[in-house]
């Protein structure tokens, strides 16, 4: 409780107790005086109006018998107006203690505020400081730098005279090492050309020799397993057959199943015109011991060769200038071992396959 509380109940308590006293008094004029001196000290505080108006109340009741309704209503309407004031300054003075809070908070984060900007523009003044000095020594530096290219200028006028001439010679030079990178790069790319070209006819002339394998294989199909091997070996079709396909021992004359052979084959010849045709007869290692114009395995290995291509020319429509024979005795082996076995397998006829290669020997000869 504050003191304007205290006073007031203080006052009331006194209120109470003399309002008896004051129904003896009659006197207006005490009541009267009273009034004209509240209205004349109406500029007082609301605190001590309100005290006044409870303490004339009592002076009243003391020198008078009672109080008229119209004034104790007045009075009472006062005291009201002035608890009404003294609520609104109690709430003024908390709005003017809160505002007066922020007010101080904000003026120190102004104060702060202010204090770090002094301490940039003092850092800001030293770097501007540093610039200025910076400035004026790279312009001293770039009036140096001109003065000294002035004079360099001068002194080296004929060295750049010789250097723009060097340039120049380099500049020719490069230009005649171009022409003939141009040149040579012309002749490179004709050269590929020329490359892909035979490229081409070697990939026609593999296509072309395979397809012949596989129609000779085919051709020759049913004699597979009797000494009969094709192969495709250096773009040429080599069809093996070992003598006991085509011949007795010692003879140089076809049997019955090797002419049979020869006959499939020469089908195949007859229509594959561009093939040339090479016979090779091959011996094994041992002697021959016959008589009369066979000699040797020389003899013995040439006398088949004719004898297939004699085979070859009387069973198909073939010129004959696309054959060849020729007898290889027992030089070249396919089998170096000494046994019945590899001498079996020495003891054959090659009849070579060849695809036209006039397109490509041209080729090559042209570059």
């Known amino acids: ?174 230009k005649a090492q171009q022409d003939s990178l141009n040149a040579a790069k012309a002749i490179l790319e004709a050269k590929e050309a020329r490359i892909r070209e035979m490229q081409t006819v070697l990939n026609q002339k593999d296509a072309e020799v395979k397809a012949l394998k596989d129609k000779v294989s085919a051709a020759l199909k049913g004699f597979e397993g009797s000494g009969l091997n094709v192969m495709e070996k250096d773009g040429k079709v080599y069809v093996s057959m070992e003598d006991k396909l085509l011949f007795a021992s010692g003879s140089w004359n076809l049997n019955e199943q090797g002419l049979n052979a020869i006959k499939q084959l020469a089908g195949v010849l007859e229509t594959e015109k561009e093939i040339s045709v090479l016979i090779e007869g091959h011996t094994d290692n041992v002697p021959y011991r016959g008589s009369g114009q066979v000699k040797d395995n020389w003899d013995l290995s040439v006398l088949r060769a004719t004898s297939v291509v004699k085979a070859i020319l009387a069973n198909g429509n073939i010129e004959p200038v696309r054959l060849s024979a020729s007898g290889r005795s027992e030089y070249l082996p396919i089998d170096n071992n000494d046994s019945a076995e590899a001498r079996a397998k020495n003891r054959r006829t090659e009849i070579i396959l060849t695809p036209n290669l006039d397109k490509l020997f041209e080729l090559i000869q042209n570059n």
Request: proline fraction near 0%; glycine fraction near 2%.
């Open 1 to 174: 409780m504050n003191y304007g509380d205290e006073l007031r109940a203080s006052v009331y308590g006194l209120f109470i107790k003399k309002v008896l006293f004051i129904k003896k008094l009659k006197s207006e004029s005490v009541v009267r005086a009273t009034t004209l001196f509240l209205r004349d000290n109406i500029y007082m505080s609301k605190m001590k109006r309100l005290s006044i108006i409870l303490l004339a109340l009592f002076v009243a009741a003391q020198f008078t018998g009672c109080v008229t309704k119209q004034k104790y209503t007045e009075l009472q309407n006062q005291y009201k107006k002035c608890q009404d004031d003294l609520t609104y300054a109690n709430a003024e003075n908390v709005d003017f203690a809160n505002a007066k809070k922020q007010l101080a908070a904000d003026l120190n984060t102004a104060t702060l505020k202010v204090q770090q900007l002094e301490k940039d523009t003092l850092t800001l003044s030293r770097r501007l400081r540093q610039s200025e000095r910076d400035l004026a020594k790279a312009t001293r530096e770039y009036d140096e730098l001109l003065k000294n290219f002035a004079e360099q200028n001068v002194s080296n006028q004929s060295q750049m005279n010789e250097l723009l001439g060097n340039i120049d010679k380099i500049k020719d030079d490069l």
